[in-house]
């Protein structure tokens, strides 16, 4: 099977090589032909933090403008799963907010503060420290960029698997405005508005703002209550000035609010509570046959997921003479959640637990670039973040434990003060030493200083009581060179390659879930070496392109919180969850892109990734106390073999100037597993979704309708998964939306 996918793979490139040298005999043969018909759209990103087509720059990267993200019917960041290879980006288990993002093989899925992201999330050049918040609306958004592989030279906290950058309208740019309104089933309800003016040839000011609710696809059998809703709103004002042609800045201010149900999924497998006078009770065994979206819970309706989201940031630009310039960017973000999460999904209080984070963060980056208008170009940078994240939490488990038939009553409070600073320093160089060859490189210093402060205290009927149980603080610094370098060359005015070498790095960190002195620990940080070869292709008439990449990466001291594996005939379990440098991971993979211009209105693209990601070692000690379970570590976390996906548009002019168009995408994703341990109800067999959607223009612009419709064959597919197996068997899917349908009027002016 891997052999027939990497064939593909490799047919689809050469595929795109020969379609490539029939483009341009044709161009050749034919040119009046071809002078007069559509072409591709130029596709600029700052990748590399300056302006560059996406193919010339020597990176992996995917980008999606406003009008691309419409198409792929997204309305959250979420919505680019299946849209870039080797990509897995889902919303994170059991949270309305959080992200779980995954590229090459390489993520974090746990929300808890005590980790580092291993995707960097970044708007408007700004790093999002948290995966709670970052599951970001897209209501006011000029582009998004995707980086795949490690970024350890040029953004902001060192990432091992990649980069997503939002960037957001510029008033300057984007001036008028538009609205538009959205509704579909289940009661969903959207408005979006946008407002740009030029005050002055000095001064624009921008405001855009969105509401988006809906109900709940989930549903509690006995209740009725409904879950996994939305109710989200959003704003945000950006005054872009220009007093001169050496000064410009930008201040922007952003505020969202979420009130939603509880994020419920499904347990899959036997879920028990332990009798210490001997034995198990069995409280329920997995629902049979397909999940229909029911499920229960033991929260009441007055216990939902709250967050408050907001901040402020001022970019400032100045032209410092004719071959150096200058960039600031001040920004603070605070984030306020309040969320209860039942990790069982049952009736049952056995992993029921309440999250209150109150993070902030304070962040500066200096960007210094050079450029002598020829041969050599360069970007020297500091950066320095500082974040706080003071947080309360409650653990109930009333259900968990009995002594006979008497029940034992368990709660646990956590008061936890997590304290990260982060410092850098980068330099970056392009320098073309040949006409047709250029050499980059860079490199970044990084040291990261934090500090942790816990205390728990847990309660019981029969137990006892403590308080505090345990208290401790802990800190530590690692510091890390990430260097990088690349080799292009321009084979023609249409095609270039590359070779690149890039090691990424991501902080170490404390155990979070520490509950006794025993258990506290520290994990150092993982590293990542990816070496990658690229081919970037155009046609000469502009109207198919492709690229192409090919990687290796070695990937060491994997952070892998790992259960306290439990027989259920087993004594009471220490609920002792610990985070390991357990792996050493080779991951190696080939990545395609391509669109086709067809005719004068059909445009077609295709996104393909194949994967081989493989523990080299897994150094988990409950394994040499019971080599049975070396099985949990066969298969790769949310590292799918195969993704790909296939999107066709065709455009239709009307009479009277206004233009129909018609579009629709197929995308697959292989077999993927959903927890560190391989637990065999969070897998998920390969599937296909399916989506279409129509768009009618007026012929003046200003008038859009489009309606569209996801998952058209209302497939069942999970996206993620709990896993704490240790306590009372909590084994839990989450599913993505079943079919849904939506309707929208914009109105343009």
Known sequence: MKRNHLSLAIGLTLSLVALQAQAQDTATEDEGSQATAATLDTIEVTARRRTESIQDVPVAVSAFSEDALKDLQATNVDGLQGA???????????????????????????????????VGMYVDDVYYSRINGALFSLFDVSQVEVLRGPQGTLYGKNSTGGAVKITTRN???????????????????????????????????SIAAAKITRDGYVTDPTTGREYNDEDTQAIRAKFAFRPSDTFSGMLSMDYTE????????????????????GGINILRLPTAGDYNYETRTSFGPDQGQQMKHKGASLTLNWVLSDRWSAKSITAYRKLDTASFIDIDASEFELGDVFVGVDQRQTSQELQFAYDNGGDLDAMFGLYYIDEQVPSHQEAYADDFLRFGALPISFLR?????????????????????????????????????KKYFRTTSTFSNILGNANPALAFNISDTWTALTPSVSLQKAFSDTMMGYVSANRGYKAGGFNGRANTAAEVSTFEPEYVWTYELGLKMQSEDGRLSGRVAAFHSTYKDFQARVSEVQNPGAPVPTFAFPVLNAAELAIDGIEFEGMARLGEGTLLSTQIGWMDARYEEFNDPRVVVNPALASLHDHVPFSPELTARVALQHGFELPGGSL????????????????????PGLSQDAYTLVGLYGVWDS?????????????????????????FSSIGGIQTAYYGAPRNYYASVRYNF
């Open 84 to 118: 870039v290879p080797n990509m897995n980006i889902v919303q994170g288990r059991g949270s309305s907010n959080s992200v779980n993002v995954f590229i090459r093989g390489i993520g974090q899925p746990d929300a808890l503060q005590t980790f580092d992201p291993g």
């Open 171 to 205: 008033p300057f740019d984007d001036e008028g405005g538009a609205v538009e309104l959205t509704a579909g089933d289940y009661g969903r309800r959207e408005g979006r508005v946008y407002g740009s003016v030029q005050l002055s040839d000095t001064l624009a000011a």
């Open 258 to 277: 979420q009130d939603n149900a509880l994020t419920l999924g499904q347990p899959v497998a036997p879920l028990y509570a332990v009798n210490l006078a």
């Open 413 to 449: 409070t956590i008061d936890d003060d997590l304290s990260n600073k982060s410092v850098a320093g980068y330099a970056h160089a392009n320098w073309e030493f040949s006409p047709s060859w250029t050499l980059s490189a860079g490199l970044r210093y990084t040291q990261d200083k």
């Open 660 to 679: 129909l168009s018609i579009g629709g995408d197929v995308s697959y994703r292989g077999e993927t597993w959903l927890s560190v341990d391989n637990a």
């Open 699 to 723: 012929s003046d612009g200003r008038w859009q309708l489009r309606a569209g419709v996801r998952n058209l064959t209302d497939e069942l597919y999970k996206t993620d998964g709990q896993e």
